[in-house]
């Protein structure tokens, strides 16, 4: 059976004073594989979970087969064979696999009868060429197989549509084309795939027509085929895309940051970092490439100056960390860009005004006597946003209600408008943000290493990595298993080098 051709007539949806969809038409044909792309609050999430059932739309109607539906719930949507595979995975860890695939299907009568569950599930994975160990608990499989758990899930409640939103955000270069292969088997096999993406290469590579977004609304529909990465970017942001400048080749300055056989202790006995050594010299970028979960948290948390219980040394500026409070090592020159803001860089709650003080509150530019002038940090604020152009530009809004990309420009602004900045700790300075917010945030930081900083970026990005990086340092089961240089690499390199493949 063929996927049903979905279409958006004239579709809007506001959140209080938010609209995030205006006036939405375009049509995904059906057995298709199309893109969706859009900045940051371009409204392309939303209008998909508009057609999943999770939002409902203000006016506008969607047509599924040329009837219109009202869905309400996504158990509406997938009853009318439209599924959705999220960012952020709805697997319980704990749960075995084929546990995870039938919840919220379970028999509301008579047994659960697990053999048949199980035989069934081995139908679907010999006809879509699936391979899961359907007894493992999530926890106990990598990303790329817990993504694979999810979209096995919608197969069984027998979606048509499949929408997959960012789903080579945590993955390596191999896994998505793992990824990619089994998509186009389904295609094939009669699906729909939507791809939600802030990743051109890959919605130029796997799809054949892509819907543009920008402020709410569609620009345009264009077909793939043909289509140039930048002129695709040009269409989303609106305007001209500027031009990282060049590497310059600096002959080695001042180390800056020194790590040697640095160790920090992990689950179960196994070392989180074990044995790692490298230094950072003023002017230049070093990258660290790797999974998630390999000791880039660890790193992050010595580095920052969070955790100070750690094996062997590290040397910030010929000080060791353990030795600095860490509020000191801020003024002495270390901006942290942490790498969950929510959780690590912003306090949704405060004014804009409010976060961009936080961790140098105390300094006396802010004011005196321990008490913040509201004044002064509304004038920093005001500086700070017309800079780096956050927006909406009012300083007394709280974080909150900004966009994913205007609240890490925040943070990026507050850390690199220091009185100094001679060490950058980025840790996934860019996940989930624009492609426009993307090119700004590269920018600021090639002028802070043309300054004299010296930068370390931690980033699941290849492309960023390869892009900002003079040095790439890749982390494998918190070892450093290869070094290298742009130049000298590729993807295709970093991604076996992430899997445990030897440099």
Known sequence: MKGPQIEFVHVSKTFGAVQANRDVSFT???????????????????IMKILYGLYTADSGEIRIDGKPVKLQSPHEAIALGVGMVHQHFMLVPTLSVWENIILG??????????????????????QYGFSLDLEKTIEELPVG????????????????????????????????????????????????????????????????????????????????????????????????????????????????????NLGVAGKYGKPALDHVSFSIHRG??????????????????????????YEGSARLLGQEYNQVPAYTAKQNGLSVIPPDRHREAVVLEFSLAENFVLGHHREDR???????????????????????????????????????????KCVVARELSQSRTDFLLAAHPTRGVDIGAIEFIHQQFLLERDKGAAILLISSELEEILSLSDRILVLYEGRVVGETTPSKTSEAQLGLWMTGATA
Not at 181 to 187: C, F, Q, R, S
Not at 192 to 211: C, M, Q, Y
Not at 223 to 247: D, F, H, N, S, Y
Request: glycine share 8%.
């Open 105 to 126: 299907q379970e028999p509301t009568r008579g047994r659960l009868h697990r053999h048949t569950i199980l035989q069934k599930l081995s139908a679907l994975q010999e």
């Open 366 to 408: 802010y004011g005196r006597n321990g008490y913040l002038s509201p004044t002064k940090l509304s004038r920093h604020a005001d500086a700070l946003m017309e800079r780096f152009d956050v927006r909406p530009r009012n300083a007394h809004l709280p974080m909150s209600s900004l966009s994913g990309g205007n609240q890490q």
């Open 145 to 260: 197989h817990q993504q694979q758990v999810e979209i096995l899930k919608l197969l069984y409640r027998e979606a048509n549509v499949l929408i997959l939103d960012e789903p080579t955000a945590v993955l390596t270069p191999q896994e998505v084309d793992t990824l990619f292969e089994k998509m186009h088997a389904l295609w094939k096999q009669g699906k729909s795939i939507v791809l939600i993406t802030h990743k051109l290469r890959e919605i130029l590579r796997f799809t054949d027509n892509i819907t543009v977004m920008r402020q709410g609304a569609v620009v345009e529909t264009v077909a793939a085929k043909g289509l140039e990465e930048r002129t695709l970017a040009e269409k989303i942001v609106g305007r001209k895309l500027a031009t990282l400048p060049t590497r310059q080749s600096h002959p080695k300055r001042e180390e800056v940051l020194q790590v040697l």
């Open 28 to 46: 995904i044909a059906a057995n298709s594989l199309h893109g969706v792309v859009g900045e940051n609050g371009a409204g392309k999430s939303t």
């Open 284 to 309: 230049e970028v070093v990258g660290i490439a790797g999974i998630e979960g390999n000791g880039q948290h660890e790193l992050v948390e010595v580095l920052s100056g969070v955790n100070r219980s």
